[in-house]
């Protein structure tokens, strides 16, 4: 039962150009949404955030989107820079917060 | 500054022995994660706890595997008679309450051979 599904198992954008990676989830409890980059051998390092009472997070390059009608939220990068290639996660947290539930993970490659 | 700290970052057992692994959160955490990843799988919740207590343990396998936070000193998951199939990536998560960002440390790759 994958509660938050990424449907791309990879991205591949040219540098300076927009990266939009997506994710889509079922559980109608989830109130907190989280993106987190990773790289091999690493730890997954926070990127942004975003509650269920907004639509839109902006952090420099980085927006964060979230429909919650269609469930559905997406990262953009602008623009996308070599240095972002790696494998992205979004996670969700229920109300209350405690465990985040992830996704499989959008492996982005930024061609120079 | 130090952020999340695991440790050993690679750690080799043989089927049948015991694994422990370390984590220790950033200063000023109390809530801590453990998440394991399987090759070629994203992240899996296994257990949330705050000092000295389990809040969470849905993740957990029921068997062979137990954590603990004492009141002083690292989180500590252990896994009992070690298989091959946890072989995996074992992740720590701190955040400073319940609700928030979790700041992840780097891992450790446990290997069964």
């Known amino acids: 039962d994958q509660q938050v599904k990424q449907n791309s198992p990879s991205l591949s954008v040219q540098e300076g150009r927009i990266s939009i990676l997506n994710c889509d989830y079922t559980?109608?409890?989830?109130?907190?949404f989280l993106w987190y980059k990773k790289y091999p051998a690493e730890g997954p390092t926070f990127l942004i955030s975003?509650?269920?009472?907004?639509d839109k997070n902006e952090d420099g390059r980085f927006t964060v989107f979230l429909n919650k009608s269609a469930k559905h939220l997406s990262l953009h990068i602008v623009p996308s820079q070599p240095g972002d290639s790696a494998v992205y996660f979004c996670?969700?947290?229920?109300?209350?917060?405690?465990?985040?539930?992830f996704g499989q993970g959008t492996e982005l490659s930024v061609k120079p | 500054n130090a952020g999340v700290m695991q440790n050993p970052r690679h750690l080799v057992r043989r089927r049948g022995q015991e694994a422990r692994l370390r984590c220790s959160p950033m200063?000023?955490?109390?809530?801590v994660y453990w998440y394991r990843q399987l090759p070629e799988e994203g992240l899996k919740f296994m257990v949330y706890?705050?000092?000295?207590?389990?809040?969470?343990e849905s993740g957990m396998p029921k068997e062979r595997f137990s954590a603990e936070f004492p009141k002083e000193g690292p989180s500590i998951l252990r896994i009992q008679q070690v298989v091959r199939g946890d072989s995996a990536a074992y992740f720590c998560?701190?955040?400073?309450?319940?609700?928030?960002?979790?700041?992840f440390g780097p891992g450790t790759r446990l290997t069964v051979t």
């Open positions: 998560a701190s955040s400073p309450d319940r609700t928030g960002e979790q700041y």
């Open positions: 200063k000023g955490h109390s809530h």
């Open positions: 996670a969700a947290s229920a109300r209350g917060g405690g465990k985040l539930i």
């Open positions: 975003i509650s269920s009472i907004k």
């Open positions: 559980n109608s409890m989830f109130d907190y």
């Open positions: 706890l705050q000092k000295e207590n389990i809040i969470d």
